[in-house]
């Protein structure tokens, strides 16, 4: 076990680098509130391989003991103990567990928390995700003080108590205050994952792992609407959502008609109907559209109109402003930039 110094972080070369999350789990953690978000960071490695990049995600599974219960009954062993040091970057999550109260009083909570106190968070180095009464947890050791953050309505009193500094939001599926990610609990850790996977693998891979996932894909920690990605692929047809996922992850490629029909094995003309009847849409729409999306998303990071249009397949700044009117968004492109940059 560590002491209280700063748990060290092994450096590692720079972008693209690998992302280790460390799952910490204590006796009768919550099954779903840790596998289905391990699930999705596991399905966004195989996208990846699948598509000749290399995983993204190595998983942990670490514990104060080298057994645990879990929330079911079911046994894990092989548990990793909780590490020393820490590769740059990680993440570590931490999960609810049952009842109307987190029992710290338990020999494995409190080497938990021993090992939790010693984490120096920063964002794009060492963050925190909790799920459900996690935040719980993270409040007891000292690491959502001066951040907002959420938990599960059953434990927003709690959370207020363990840490008045703490800034509780209620009702929202999830919140990010810097290196520091909360979720509401259960099925909201996958929401938040997802999120996670947009930010650093790109909207069109979260849209590809939802999809697997059959679940919904929120934009963001305050907005509940779909995401664009996902729009018009409410349909089972797989020739139309190979067309789809690969305009998704090369929404910048030269794309026709004929393009789209070679990736989906049909004709041109046979292609636009699959569309019209299974997407209620045409191709080059929705390649508009999603083409939209990604500009959108560029300039929220702080990209200019010419590297937004450039980036998502655009011909010129000219064009995304004419998609721009077109769909119905407010102001210009370029006031959306400023005010990205503004934040």
């Known amino acids: ?121 920063a964002v794009g180095q060492l963050e925190l995700v909790t799920v459900c009464a996690g935040a719980v947890l993270a409040a007891h050791a000292g690491l959502l003080t001066g951040r907002r953050a959420t938990t599960h309505h059953q434990h927003l009193s709690e959370l207020s108590q363990v840490d008045p500094r703490c800034d509780v939001a209620a009702n929202r599926v999830f919140v990010a205050d810097g290196p520091v990610h909360s979720s509401a609990g259960v099925t909201t850790g996958i929401d938040l994952l997802l999120h996670r996977i947009s930010e650093t693998c790109g909207p069109a891979l979260a849209a590809q792992v939802a999809q697997a996932m059959v679940v919904a894909l929120r934009r963001g920690p305050d907005d509940p609407e779909f995401s664009p990605f996902l729009h018009h692929r409410n349909h089972m047809h797989p020739a139309l959502h190979r067309v789809q996922d690969a305009i998704g992850q090369q929404p910048q490629a030269p794309w026709n008609v004929p393009a789209m029909a070679g990736v989906a094995h049909t004709s041109p003309r046979h292609l636009t109907r699959l569309f019209l009847e299974h997407a209620g849409i045409a191709p080059l729409q929705y390649l508009r559209r999603i083409r939209l999306a990604t500009a959108e998303a560029a300039l929220q990071s702080g990209h200019n109109v010419t590297q937004a249009a450039e980036l998502a397949g655009f011909s010129s700044d000219t064009q995304l402003r004419r998609a721009w009117h077109q769909f119905g968004r407010s102001g210009t492109p370029s006031q959306q930039g400023s005010a990205a940059r503004t934040h």
């Open 1 to 121: 076990m560590t002491s209280h110094a700063a748990i060290g972080v092994r450096r590692q070369s720079p972008a693209m680098r690998p992302i280790h999350v460390y799952f910490a789990l204590l006796p009768h953690s919550l099954v779903l509130d840790w596998a289905g978000p391990a699930e999705a960071l596991r399905i966004a490695n195989q996208l990846l391989i699948g598509s000749g990049q290399p995983a993204r995600f190595v998983l942990h599974f670490s514990s104060p003991t080298p057994q645990s219960e879990t929330s079911v009954g079911a046994m894990l062993t092989g548990l990793e103990p909780l590490p020393d040091s820490l590769p740059e970057p990680a993440w570590v999550v931490l999960v609810g567990l049952p009842g109307q109260r987190i029992d710290v009083d338990t020999a494995q909570t409190r080497a938990l928390l021993h090992w939790l106190r010693g984490l120096r968070l």
